[in-house]
């Protein structure tokens, strides 16, 4: 918005330096540019690398898989699903039988990313439109948000999203300055695709290292965190 303003070209008005920038500031105020939000799921909301680790060994074991920790997981993982599980020796045939596997694994309790629930609210409460567009599919989802009692904590959510760049382009619309939170190079790589600010989180699926590899513009622990990068000050629980 500021270029279009340049001191003595509004209205014949001559504005010094500071009477623009207190103009500015008073049109900002007035018409402040709308925010979009949008998260992944797994390994961003939810802090849930352990329960990804259980559902993997679970789902593969059947097959022979020897079983995944913590950090084989964060150096294997990558998506599509059916990459992933074929480079961990699933055959062809079993693919969708251990993907199936896994989507009800991830059926289990998992701790959310600490601050979560209360930028939310504090994202919200500035009018900031926020999201959810991750490939989790429906059950697994709303699993966890009945689970954290976060039921309609969004304002759109979109489940089950085999090409992340193309939602993510769809949705971009919905704000002038857009953020995607993800926790692999293919969030970061979709965001980015897609003309959002693409913002990694530590402990997910994959390293920080492989997120700003893919070219991630901020990273962040908690989620409270990602209120410095919006530049807004945390509103103090009522
Ligand atoms: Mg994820």
Known sequence: MKERFTPGAFMNVRFTERSLAHTMGVLRM?????SLVLVDWNGTVM????????????????FGVRALDRAEFQDSFTLPMRTWLLDLG????????????WNSG????????????????????????????TAANEAALRYDLRHHHLDGAF???????????ARLTELRALGERAFYLGDTAYDIESAR?????AVGVSEGYQRPDVLAAAGADHHIDGFGDLL?????APVPAA
């Open 228 to 232: 410095e990068i919006l530049d807004l």
């Open 106 to 133: 991830m059926q289990a309790p998992a701790p959310l990313r600490s601050g979560v629930r209360e930028t939310l609210a504090t994202l919200r409460g500035q009018g900031i439109v926020t999201g959810v567009v």
């Open 155 to 165: 304002d759109h959510v979109h489940t089950s999203v085999r090409d992340k760049a």
């Open 47 to 62: 802090s849930d690398l352990g329960r990804a680790v259980g559902a993997i060994n679970a789902a593969t074991a059947p």
């Open 90 to 101: 699933i055959a062809h045939e079993h693919v969708g039988r251990v993907e199936a596997d």
């Open 30 to 34: 007035l018409s402040p540019a709308r």
């Open 193 to 197: 695709a897609a003309g959002y600010v």
